[in-house]
């Protein structure tokens, strides 16, 4: 057997760089919290090739002078912390002294930087780990790192990158998500001389969303703030009704780290859990501030994966923050049904739900009307007037393949702004798909989504004891006999269902009455209800609340109700309309799936190649 013996550290270097450097971008990432940490407040970024063949790194930080430059590139060797007991407060990036040395054994590394008290600068070139020269340069105030040919040095890593476009994909949503976690910081990301973007220093994270994201993106969001126990929650999240097919969008950062965690992502998408359709994500940029003892950032030698220490501490304020504010959105109390109020459509004589002018206000709709479609100089005059045969007409008429896609996204549906105050239903396909006319187009309302959503709202306000349904007393009580496990349910659920409106008595061992139940349930039907209530409780085990219980419950019934049950008549489609414009989600049912949409009159003229 071969001696033992201590490794030359050029080796351990390129060991250690097999933890600290998997891929380009980490590299960016490594020399970005560097530059951070140096508090930059301009940060240019470049690379080439996905960044194998070049990558540059360029701040105007506090620089090094020449002999710390030198020492910055020994293994462990670091200026942020001292002893083990730092490691409980760590507020910097970096601390484990191995960024520069791996990186420089792995590559061709060129560093170049300068301190305020030096006036020249210093070079240093390292290839593949080995010296090639110190001298001094001139050099502005800040570190420059250029790294190129990563991996030469190590072929068997280089094999395993990926395409160029994979690599240049990870690197540059790296460098967006340190760029969203310093808004202040002046920031540019060029692609071989091409800027991919360049963001100045911005007073907030909206400004920044904006400028690395796009605006549409930004107004997608809204902002978000909560603080509890030493726990506090910024950013910005999807306003109600957007969602995304990808969790590229949802975005965390601990103490301004960017972080992979299941458990903040988990609890996110729990909390829109019926507020999006399934499989999509909501979109959220977050940051979480905590105490630095309260977080491992020493899980993994990348620092990407962190661990809580008091996991479901953080899981529970994520998750009710977040539901706290989806629910916010809720106006008030839902208003009863018999409260509606209709009125008059002054163009069709027809009674239609009357709009209130809050719910309006809460869904930005009087601010941010919908984007109109770029109307340009020549577009204003179209000439209308009858055309001799056989011309063409003029372009402004026609629509270009593309316009609508642009202008409205796939998820984009939202109601109207003042033209909604009158969604006129104009009929009816298949029993219960309502259309309705508004003044941007044609509405289709899915009545049982629509009746499920509203329903739903309604339940879960009344178990929060926010709102008090009159239970409507049974002309002829139900009786109910039941087995021990269903009779020990509906005990164990009695508070919920009376909250809901439901009148059950227990008359006997194993023997109920039902004397009354919720306004909105036919009561004919109440004992179906409890008989389908109990079905899913004993289905589902005890893993269920009594919420989830009677939404399933209520789903069946709007099943039923929707065939065998006659439909929905028109009146109730109409008061469907205005019940759902006044949900906290009325873009989908409880299940996420879409309760209505809208094809703006911009479709229909696209579809016919005309104005209208
Ligand atoms: P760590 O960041 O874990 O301390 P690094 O190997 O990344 O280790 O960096 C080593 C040291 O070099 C840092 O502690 C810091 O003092 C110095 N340094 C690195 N990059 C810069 C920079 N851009 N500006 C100023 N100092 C830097
Ligand atoms: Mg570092």
Redesign the pocket.
């Known amino acids: 057997m071969s001696k033992i013996r201590i490794l030359a550290d050029r080796v351990a270097n390129q060991i250690a760089a097999g933890e600290v450097v998997e891929r380009p971008a980490s590299v960016v990432k490594?020399l970005l919290?560097?530059?951070v940490?140096?508090r930059a407040s301009r940060i240019e970024v470049e690379f080439r090739n996905g960044g194998k063949s070049y990558i540059r790194v360029e701040?105007d930080?506090?620089?090094?002078a020449q002999d710390?430059a030198l020492l910055?590139l020994e293994r462990h060797?670091?200026?942020?912390i001292r002893d083990a007991g730092d490691l409980n407060h760590v507020r910097s990036?970096?601390?484990?002294?191995?960024?520069?040395?791996s990186i420089a054994s792995i590559s061709r590394f060129s560093l170049r930087?300068r301190c305020k008290e030096e006036k020249e600068g210093s070079e240093i070139l390292i290839n593949g780990g080995k010296m090639v020269h110190v001298k001094e340069c001139g050099m502005p105030l800040g570190?420059r790192?250029e790294v190129s040919h990563l991996f030469n040095s190590v072929p068997g890593r280089r094999k395993f990158l990926k395409t160029e476009i994979t690599e240049s994909t990870h690197l540059m949503h790296l460098a967006k998500l340190y760029a969203l976690a310093h808004p202040r910081i002046h920031f540019t990301l060029l692609e071989g001389g091409r800027t991919i973007f360049k963001s100045p220093a911005c007073e907030d994270l909206y400004e920044r969303v904006s400028e690395i994201f796009g605006k549409g993106f930004a107004e997608s969001l809204s902002h978000l703030s909560a603080e509890e126990n030493g726990l506090a929650l910024n950013g910005l999240v999807g306003k109600l009704g957007q969602s995304r097919p990808t969790r590229k969008e949802l975005i965390f950062f601990v103490n301004q780290r960017p972080v992979d965690s299941k458990t903040l992502s988990y609890a996110t998408i729990e909390a829109f859990h019926t507020f999006i359709p399934r499989g999509r994500f909501p979109p959220a940029i977050l940051f979480l501030e905590i105490d630095p003892a309260s977080v491992d950032v020493n899980v993994h030698p990348s620092k990407k994966e962190i661990r809580f220490r008091e996991e479901a501490k953080v899981r529970n304020f994520l998750l009710t923050t977040l539901l706290n504010r989806n629910r916010d959105f809720n106006l008030q109390a839902p208003t009863k049904p018999n409260e509606i109020k209709l009125e008059v459509d002054s163009v069709s004589t027809k009674l239609v739900p009357q709009i209130d002018p809050k719910a309006l206000e809460m869904y930005g709709l009087n601010q941010s009307p919908i984007p109109q479609p770029q109307v340009n100089s020549v577009e204003k005059n179209v000439d209308l007037s009858v055309r001799p045969s056989g011309e063409q007409p003029s372009t402004p008429d026609t629509y270009k393949e593309g316009d609508c896609d642009q202008l409205f996204p796939e998820e984009f549906v939202r109601p109207r702004g003042a033209g909604l105050a009158s969604w006129r239903l104009i009929d009816r396909i298949k029993g219960g798909l309502a259309l309705f006319a508004t003044a941007e187009g044609l509405v289709a309302m899915h009545g049982r989504a629509a009746y499920e959503r509203v329903r739903f709202e309604e339940l879960e306000s009344c178990l929060q004891g926010k709102l008090q349904y009159e239970s409507q007393a049974l002309l002829l009580p139900e009786n109910l006999e039941l087995d021990s496990i269903d009779s020990t349910c509906l005990n164990q659920n009695s508070i919920g269902l009376q909250r809901l409106g439901f009148d059950i008595e227990e008359f006997g061992r194993n023997f109920f009455r039902i004397n009354g139940c919720p306004p909105w349930l036919t009561p004919e039907r109440s004992l179906a209800f409890i008989k389908d209530f109990l079905e899913i409780a004993r289905e589902e085990g005890s893993s269920l609340q009594t919420l989830e219980i009677v939404q399933e419950a209520m789903v069946r019934e709007s099943c039923f109700k929707s065939t065998e049950g006659g439909g929905f008549s028109d009146e109730e489609l109409i008061l469907l309309a205005k019940e759902l414009l006044q949900c906290g989600n009325p873009y989908t049912c409880p299940k996420g799936r879409p309760t209505f949409f809208e094809i703006p009159i911009r479709d229909f003229e696209k579809r016919f190649q005309r104005r209208i």
């Not at 930080?61 to 090094?64: C, F, K, R």
């Not at 060797?77 to 942020?80: F, P």
């Not at 990036?93 to 040395?101: D, I, K, N, S």
């Open positions: 490594e919290e560097n530059s940490d140096a701040d930080g506090i620089g090094m710390q910055s060797a670091t200026s942020k990036f970096g601390f484990r002294g191995e960024a520069l040395p930087t570190t790192i």
